[in-house]
């Protein structure tokens, strides 16, 4: 069983950077694919990002290439989402998940984190 706890959320302003960071426990932390998703209310849950189980292949949402950068360092156990150039429409609960497989499929996730708002101002 694997936990994972978010944190970094909070509110900027449209073009500022947030760091979203995850921490995670109770399992083998690189034999799971990290993925960040995010899900606005009436609405379904988007993959942003995910970073396979070595750091080296990474792969992301065409609405957030080039501003956002997924990372992990498995001796801390932790996956990181740095975004930069913040638009409004980043607005959302982010989601820090892991798999087994390398997809972008949310059902193909087994964990998930509790969650993290970012709101994006104007």
């Known amino acids: 069983q694997v936990q994972l706890v978010e944190s970094g959320g909070g509110l900027v302003q449209a073009g500022a950077s947030l760091r979203l960071s995850c921490a995670a426990s109770g399992g083998t932390f690189s034999s799971y694919v990290m993925g960040w998703f995010r899900q606005v209310p009436g609405k379904e849950r988007e993959f942003v990002a995910r970073v396979a189980w070595k750091g080296v292949n990474t792969n992301y949402a065409d609405s957030v290439k080039d501003r956002f950068t997924i990372s992990r360092d498995n001796t801390k156990n932790m996956v990181y989402l740095q975004m930069n150039s913040l638009k409004p429409e980043d607005t959302a609960v982010y989601y820090c998940?892991?798999?087994?497989?390398?997809?972008?499929?949310?059902?193909?996730?087994?964990?998930w984190g509790q969650g993290t708002q970012v709101t994006v101002s104007s």
């Open positions: 998940a892991a798999s087994t497989s390398y997809t972008s499929a949310a059902a193909r996730y087994n964990y």
